[in-house]
T-cell receptor, first 112, second 113 residues
Framework: ELKVEQNPLFLSMQEGKNYTIYCNYS?????LYWYRQDPGKSLESLFVLLSNGAVKQEGRLMASLDTKARLSTLHITAAVHDLSATYFC????????????FGKGMKLTVNP | DVKVTQSSRYLVKRTGEKVFLECVQD?????MFWYRQDPGLGLRLIYFSYDVKMKEKGDIPEGYSVSREKKERFSLILESASTNQTSMYLC????????????FGPGTRLTVT
């Protein structure tokens, strides 16, 4: 059974700082997605990672995937307050299914 | 832009009532999903559908059923609502091809009293 763990679950950081958050998963997969959720809102797709070594960047966020280590990282560069949100990673179930298994989410607060 | 809409943003129902949550997508997506989101538990899949009239159970199907009579519409049914079904319900859709991300609706916050 596929399990997805995010680490940390809560992060408070100062504006201008860098940080990396982690998403580990328990069984083979080569599809990983990062989503952002603002309070009271729905999930918005950030990154789609579909192969080992995939790296995607958008603004101050960069995501990467290591399928051998079953690990994805989301790196935050020079954080700004607007990045405050909850970030979810989701991993695709192998075997032809379109199912995703989500992590519990990481709540990020960026303080001025 | 993909648009996924849900019939209600907020809903209050009594224990034992039959509840219908509706989801409509406008991008001709084959796959549709229902999740519930609870604090500290993340998103959990209730049911999904990969074609009209086709459905598969997710991780927590107990107490729920679904209906997909048209490609664009996927309904979640609570046959007899209970207080432990108070939650945020999120609908999502995606194309059939592998790797395509899921697009989410705005969510329905259901309270069962």
């Amino acid at each position: 059974e596929l399990k997805v763990e995010q680490n940390p679950l809560f992060l408070s950081m100062q504006e201008g700082k860098n940080y990396t958050i982690y998403c580990n998963y328990s069984t083979t997969s080569d599809r990983l997605y990062w989503y952002r959720q603002d309070p009271g809102k729905s999930l918005e797709s950030l990154f789609v990672l579909l192969s080992n070594g995939a790296v995607k960047q958008e603004g101050r966020l960069m995501a990467s995937l290591d399928t051998k280590a079953r690990l994805s990282t989301l790196h935050i560069t020079a954080a700004v307050h607007d990045l405050s949100a909850t970030y979810f990673c989701a991993v695709g179930v192998q075997g032809g299914s379109e199912k995703l298994v989500f992590g519990k989410g990481m709540k990020l607060t960026v303080n001025p | 832009d993909v648009k996924v809409t849900q019939s209600s943003r907020y809903l209050v129902k009594r224990t034992g009532e039959k509840v219908f949550l509706e989801c409509v997508q406008d991008m001709d997506h084959e796959n549709m999903f229902w999740y519930r989101q609870d604090p500290g538990l993340g998103l959990r899949l209730i049911y999904f559908s990969y074609d009209v009239k086709m459905k598969e159970k997710g991780d927590i199907p107990e107490g729920y059923s679904v209906s997909r009579e048209k490609k664009e519409r996927f309904s979640l049914i609570l046959e007899s609502a209970s207080t432990n079904q108070t939650s945020m319900y999120l609908c999502a859709s995606s194309r059939w091809d592998r790797g395509h991300e899921q697009y989410f609706g705005p969510g329905t916050r259901l309270t069962v009293t």
